[in-house]
């Protein structure tokens, strides 16, 4: 028998009908022999109700404060799955954080894991019981309660899955797998069977929210096999218990995955600006006077496009950061002038960033070649571009959004299954 992490999000257990369902999930999986872990998300909507609460008791907070408040939301949830496990017949209790403990750095409200104590959860599981842990949640140095970030129970689960030793960690959501790109804009779209993990990573972060980036990130170095799956299908329907191949996608590593697309994925970024320093002086730290105080400012710079300088003086700077956070970088921008040196600011929100994903592409030439072209045809203006070994992204003007994801999709002939 294995020993599986379960995870479900706020829309699994939203309510108590909802929270009945999560049950039948684990008991299936208890039935069949294994040890369970569940981690759980606080009700959909709680958590910003709370952030909201806080705000509106002063704008200016203390963040341990915050983290008392916020993390209430999976207190809640971890108790009432309980208690309905234990009225289906199911030995259950719940975990805060604190308890196991989940020990984690002092950075209240986006606390990282340091450790975790899992002899207490595996003891329990010796003795046939489930461990019910919140999600999000963690004990700082300080011993108050303590916030892993917006979608952080996603990470808490991984986490878990390590300190156990699990065999797998299953995230159940409100969709049913990770798909080649939205089906929202491709109703083409396929859902993949698996993908790598640092192909995974590319489309955490570029917009393809089904997972906290971190949790990927913590999956990739403790090689954590993660299962993407959704909590609304039947709990007993026909293939639900299959251990080795569960309905979903699997997160894993690279070796796994025996035939190897070039391109797996599109994604895409919305509200990207751009920012561009004209003629700036060609010299030795002139990034790091740029990049630093934005840094300070906690704005997260992403394309990062430099120019070679025509004549060894003067070059051009092109970088996007999220709309939302123009002004602030604009303002910063301007105290820092003196310190950078450039001509002119221009800038432009509300542009789209599109990326094509694929680890095959380290060894494959002309993915990019191919996406260019394909742009091209369609009419499609790019405004800057930057690639890594396993991705390309594109930037370009919103209305374009759409069409520039389903071109790049069909291309590579990702809607063929
Ligand atoms: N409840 C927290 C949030 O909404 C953590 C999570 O759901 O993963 O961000
Ligand atoms: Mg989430």
Redesign the pocket.
Known sequence: MARIVMKF??TSVADLDRIRNVARHVKREVDAGHDVAVVV??MAG???ELVGWTRGASAMHDAREYDAV?AS??QVTSGLLAITLQDMGVNARSWQGWQIPIRTDSAHGAARILEIDGSDLIRRFGEGQVAVVA??QGLGPDNRIA????????T?AVAIAAAVKADRCDIYTDVDGVYTTDPRIEPKARRMKKIAFEEMLEMASLGAKVL?VRSVELAMVHKVRTFVRSSFEDPDAPGMDDFANPPGTLICDEDEIVEQEVVTGIAYAKDEAQISLRRLADRPGVSAAIFGPLAEAHINVDMIVQNISEDGSRTDMTFTVPTGDLDKALTVLDAAKPAIGFDAVQSEPGLVKVSVIGIGMRSHAGVAATAFRALAEKGINIKAITTSEIKISILIDSPYAELAVRTLHSVYGLDKS
């Open positions: 999000g706020g998300s606080a709680k958590t910003n916020v939301g999976e999600g999000f916030t892993l970030g917006r979608g952080g129970s996603d808490s906290q």
